[in-house]
């Protein structure tokens, strides 16, 4: 997991062969102005969601876990609180891994929370188990999706 800000971010394109062009985006898109929907970047590889919703409270917000993509999401409006826990102790699944969506969800406990706001960013890959969109009042943000 990485916590940072988008002013850095350059810093992180040697993680994944994708990322140079996930940060480019980034980087080139007012995201701010972009209405909510689905971003093409680079095919399967790389696409971006823009997203507003509601936070919820922390015993709403289910861990979730991904095989497939790498999330790197972005505050672009509000305050927005994760709950973390590595993935291999997250022991008590709800369902089945639903690999059309890469997802699987599960209610262990986080281990650690932490909060975004504006222009701030977090990266999980597959061995972190993540519970987004915890807090208080609306949020805007954007969730890129990178091939792992």
Request: contains cysteine.
């Amino acid at each position: 997991m990485v916590i940072d800000s988008l002013k850095n971010c350059a810093q992180y394109t040697s993680l994944n062969p994708h990322f140079a062009k996930a940060f480019y985006f980034l980087a080139t898109h007012d995201l701010a102005s972009m209405a909510p929907g689905k971003y093409p970047v680079d095919g399967d590889n790389v696409y971006a969601n823009v997203v507003e919703g509601t936070l919820k409270k922390k015993e709403d917000a289910k861990l979730e876990v991904h095989d497939q993509y790498i999330d790197i999401q972005i505050c672009i409006r509000g305050k927005e609180s994760f709950g973390w826990l590595k993935r291999e102790d997250c022991k008590k699944p709800v369902g089945e891994y639903n690999p059309e969506k890469d997802i699987l969800f599960f209610t262990d406990e986080p281990s650690t929370y932490f909060s975004l706001t504006d222009g701030e960013f977090t990266i999980f890959f597959p061995e972190d188990g993540h519970a987004p969109m915890v807090g208080e009042g609306p949020i805007k943000k954007c969730i890129i999706k990178v091939k792992a």
